[in-house]
């Protein structure tokens, strides 16, 4: 029997694999020592057996709202990736499993791979509509990728931006872009054709390939939270913050979505920015107008259960869509999707899934094409 991780996104540390019912596990903490949660392993060679697994450090971890009625995500294939059989006790994290074959993958959620990532880089870029441009170079050296879909000619063009995965471990926000540049290479999506007249898009894909590629949950290599970075990026300690922050005020920006995944609630929603310093009456009437397209486009999305509304001016200004808001004086908003279900509609086999963060990547742009004549 043998545990292992190291590969792209993989976390965890053995502390005793002799015998598949004690099997004892601890994530690795991110760098800056302050946040861990997501996991990836491979389990090899206990066809049958069954595995009790206790990750002994979860009761430490980053969101322990995150475990209650969690259930982890295991893979054969890598491809399907469905739910096992886990608990809770306050302290450790134990997941139950029978592998039905030699090798079995384990994750916080489905893992989107640095391949895949370039992957769907080199795919979009065939598309005649899409251009890819490197913006700049993480801590660790790897290109920050963006992709600028539609007539830059057009010099009316609305400019709509899409960012995820500053939280690397939110893997649901890279399967969320899947969707969301399908649909708008997509030449006979109705919807895509007459945004495209509207407007052009630039989207990052991955705003921390280094903290991907290292396994966190939320920092880069440098140890910095990127969603607290956006007041003084900077080349040293967040650059891919102050890349993107850079070609967002070289363009300018009339629209922003920033996808992440939520630890604790089994829902999708919307956290706005509505408390930046004097936010324009018209901003906090477009995002209800968002939100209320996006509920009629897709029934996984929700208006009740989200985060506590902060008061006015009392905006953390710090994080990405309140700086993005106050600088752009344009509406900006972050995406919120479960690790665990949408408790609405739940899949007991898989949970939220990549197929539904696909879906819900088309349906914002249907939202979109709802309020888009209203952006500026
Ligand atoms: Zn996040």
């Known amino acids: 029997m043998k545990i292992s991780s190291n590969f792209d996104s ?30 990836h392993y491979r389990l090899s060679g206990a066809q049958g057996a ?17 475990w209650n009625d969690y259930q982890a995500c295991a893979s054969y294939d890598r491809e399907t990736w469905f739910r096992v059989d886990t608990e809770y006790d306050g302290k450790n994290l134990i997941i139950n499993h029978s592998p039905q074959l030699d090798t079995v993958w384990f994750a916080y959620f489905a893992p ?13 870029q065939l598309h005649p509509r899409c251009q890819h441009v490197v913006l700049g170079e993480t801590v660790d050296g790897e290109d920050m990728d963006l992709l600028v879909i539609g007539d830059e000619a057009n010099e009316d063009a609305l400019k709509i931006w899409a960012i995820a995965r500053q939280h690397p471990g939110e893997t649901m926000a890279e399967w969320w872009m899947e969707g969301y540049i399908a649909r708008l290479l997509d030449d006979a999506d109705p919807v895509a054709r007459q945004l495209l007249q509207k407007a052009v898009f630039y989207v990052v894909p991955n705003m921390n390939p280094d903290g991907s590629r290292r396994g966190h949950l939320r920092t880069n290599a440098a140890g910095a939270n990127l969603n607290r970075e956006w007041q003084t990026p900077t080349l040293e300690r967040s650059p891919e913050v102050y890349w993107v922050d850079r070609e967002m005020r070289e363009v300018g920006l009339d629209f922003c979505l920033d996808v992440h995944g939520d630890e604790g609630l089994p829902y999708n ?3 706005g920015a509505d408390a930046i310093p004097d936010c324009p009456e018209r901003l906090i009437t477009l995002r209800e107008s968002f939100e209320e397209a ?17 008061p ?28 665990k279900d949408n408790a609405n509609d739940p899949d007991f086999f898989q949970g939220w899934s990549p197929e539904r963060s696909i879906k819900l990547g088309h349906a914002c742009l249907d939202a979109l094409y709802q309020i888009i004549d209203d952006l500026r």
């Open 312 to 339: 006015a001016g009392q905006a953390n200004m710090t994080m990405g869509s309140a700086h993005i808001q106050a600088t752009h004086q344009a509406l900006a908003m972050t995406l919120e999707m479960p690790f």
């Open 269 to 271: 929603f919307i956290a």
């Open 50 to 66: 069954d595995c009790r697994m206790v990750i002994e450090n979860a009761g430490e971890a980053a969101y322990l709202e995150g």
């Open 294 to 310: 996006l509920v009629r486009s897709n029934p996984d999305f929700q208006r009740e259960h989200g985060y506590p509304k902060k």
């Open 10 to 39: 993989g976390n965890i540390e053995v502390v005793k694999a002799e015998s598949p019912d004690d099997i004892r596990l601890r994530i690795r903490v991110d760098a800056g020592g302050e946040f861990f949660q997501w996991f």
């Open 112 to 124: 989107y791979s640095r391949e895949r990532h370039h992957d769907l880089i080199a795919k979009s």
